[in-house]
Each structure stands twice: as structure tokens, then as C-alpha cells.
């Protein structure tokens, strides 16, 4: 009797440490899942190095208003500094800083209308047994005097490469050519990290990689820098595709359309009335 007892008692504190068993394990899978849920939650949302920066890029198409606004290319061989060190191989959100920066490249190509002529040369610097960022922004001269192509330079690099040594190479490059050559940066990373950009003295454009990632100011880097200003053929100070009087004499008083005041087309609001009128050498410049 006692036995059978016995029995029952073993059964039931049995089954009871099974319940309490599985509760715990229960328990701990239950928190290994919400400790995964806010990882995750803090790498997608909170930490820089895990968000999406790089989503859908569709080019726009930039040729007609280069056609209606009379844009003139001015550059058509574009020579790419390409950074290959080790610094370039480092996460930045969520890729490498090496495959964003070829993303921008190739969303610059994409965006650049494909009727216009464009030679294209790619200088990789800062890898394993390569050159140096000046060292290769002086080699950029035996290209730059092979033809007579009006050329830019491209660097894609991390900012921190941009140093002393770097910034001597473009002033040697600019007493050479002055204006004539433009030095373009797409920077990647922490560009406060480079206090020295600031004295970086030329007519290029540097941008960062995150600035010029979408379409509408993607469209404007490859504006700014493969195409001047449009044209303005009599000098008046109004475009060509807005002057409604394209050969106005100079030094003469003109309107917003670039016609003379009080001629045939000059718009009512800005004739001056002829009892107002008065020879230049009547009027008296009062000193302040």
C-alpha cells in the first residue's frame, strides 16, 4: 500500500517539475525572441551603419532642358580618381563604402544624357602597392596634355583622404591650368573628420555621397559639373531662352525679357512715360 502510494507521489512531483520545465524553457525562448525583435529594431532604425540609403534611382532625363535652356557641355573626357585602401572596404550603412560610392558612380553615368560624347578614365590610388591621392592628381598631366578635350577630375575617395599632400597636388594642377581645370570631390563618410577640406581652393564641386543620392540633385551635380551656364549672346545679363530681344544695344536700361525700356516690345509696365524722361545730363547725383 504503501508502494502504491509511494508511486503516486513520485508521478505527481513528476509531472509538476515537467510544468515548471517547460515554462522555463518557454520563458526562454520568449526572451531570446523579443531580445533578437529589438536588435533587429535598433539596427534597422536606430544605428546609421544598418539603414537603407541606397533605395530605387530612377535617372532623370536632363537633355531637354540642356536643349531648351541652350546649355553648352563643356567637359568631354572625365578622369576618375577611384580610392581603393583599406579604409574603403569599411561598413557604411550596410555596405561597404567601396560599393556606395560605385553605386553613385554609376547613377552620375546613368544620369549623364548618353547623346552627348563623354571619355571616360578610371585612376585607382591608395591600395596595395598603388599611389598615393597626390601622387596620382600629378599623373593626371599626361593625360590632361595628350589631347586638346576639355577635361575634368573626379575623385571618389573617403574624406580622410583628402590631406595636406592632396591639396599641394591641386595647387601645383591649378597654377598649371588655372580655371581651365576643375577638380570634382564625391566624398564618403565623416567629412567633419577633415578640417583641412575647407581650404580646398578650386572651381570643381564637392559634394558627399548622401547629398547627390536621388535623382533631382544627382541631376544637378551632372549639370554643375559637365555643362556651363546657358547662353547669353548679347551680354544683357538674361538668358538666350528667355530674351525676348536677343542683339540689345549695350549700356542700355532693358527689362526682365532683355528688351529696352520704352521700345516696341517692352511691356507697358516698364515703359516710362514720356513726361517723365529727361536727358542724362539734367539728372543730379545727390552725395550721401
Known amino acids: 500500500?504503501?508502494?502504491?502510494?509511494?508511486?503516486?507521489?513520485?508521478?505527481?512531483?513528476?509531472?509538476?517539475?515537467?510544468?515548471?520545465?517547460?515554462?522555463?524553457?518557454?520563458?526562454?525562448?520568449?526572451?531570446?525572441?523579443?531580445?533578437?525583435?529589438?536588435?533587429?529594431?535598433?539596427?534597422?532604425?536606430?544605428?546609421?551603419?544598418y539603414q537603407e540609403a541606397l533605395g530605387f534611382f530612377s535617372p532623370i532625363d536632363i537633355e531637354p532642358l540642356l536643349e531648351y535652356q541652350n546649355y553648352q557641355q563643356k567637359i568631354s573626357k572625365l578622369i576618375v580618381l577611384v580610392d581603393e585602401s583599406v579604409s574603403m572596404k569599411r561598413n557604411y550603412k550596410g555596405i561597404s563604402k567601396e560599393k556606395y560610392l560605385l553605386v553613385i558612380k554609376s547613377r552620375m553615368f546613368e544620369t549623364f544624357p548618353n547623346k552627348r560624347?563623354?571619355?571616360?578614365?578610371?585612376?585607382?590610388?591608395?591600395?596595395?602597392?598603388?599611389?598615393?591621392?597626390?601622387?596620382?592628381?600629378?599623373d593626371t598631366e599626361n593625360y590632361l596634355n595628350r589631347s586638346s578635350d576639355k577635361a575634368t577630375i573626379l575623385i571618389l575617395s573617403d574624406w580622410g583622404k583628402i590631406n595636406k599632400e592632396s591639396r599641394e597636388a591641386v595647387e601645383k594642377l591649378s597654377d598649371k591650368y588655372g580655371n581651365g581645370l576643375c577638380i570634382n570631390i564625391i566624398g564618403i563618410g565623416n567629412n567633419h573628420a577633415n578640417k583641412g577640406l575647407t581650404t580646398w581652393e578650386n572651381c570643381g564641386v564637392a559634394v558627399s555621397a548622401d547629398s547627390i543620392a536621388n535623382p533631382i540633385r544627382m541631376a544637378d551635380f551632372v549639370r554643375k559639373v559637365f555643362f556651363s551656364e546657358p547662353v547669353d549672346s548679347d551680354n544683357d545679363g538674361i538668358y538666350d531662352y528667355m530674351d525676348n530681344c536677343p542683339?540689345?544695344?549695350?549700356?542700355?536700361?532693358?527689362?526682365?525679357?532683355g528688351c529696352q525700356r520704352n521700345s516696341a516690345n517692352s511691356h507697358p509696365y516698364y515703359k516710362i512715360e514720356s513726361s517723365l524722361k529727361m536727358p542724362v545730363k539734367n539728372i543730379i547725383v545727390q552725395g550721401g
Not at 117 to 137: A, C, N, R, W, Y
Open 117 to 138: 560624347p563623354l571619355e571616360s578614365i578610371f585612376l585607382p590610388f591608395g591600395g596595395h602597392g598603388q599611389k598615393t591621392l597626390h601622387e596620382v592628381l600629378l
Open 247 to 257: 542683339e540689345t544695344p549695350k549700356d542700355v536700361v532693358i527689362n526682365w525679357s
Open 1 to 49: 500500500m504503501r508502494c502504491v502510494e509511494c508511486m503516486k507521489i513520485f508521478r505527481g512531483n513528476k509531472i509538476k517539475v515537467l510544468s515548471h520545465v517547460s515554462k522555463i524553457i518557454i520563458l526562454i525562448f520568449s526572451s531570446q525572441f523579443l531580445l533578437a525583435g529589438c536588435s533587429l529594431s535598433v539596427k534597422n532604425n536606430d544605428d546609421y551603419r
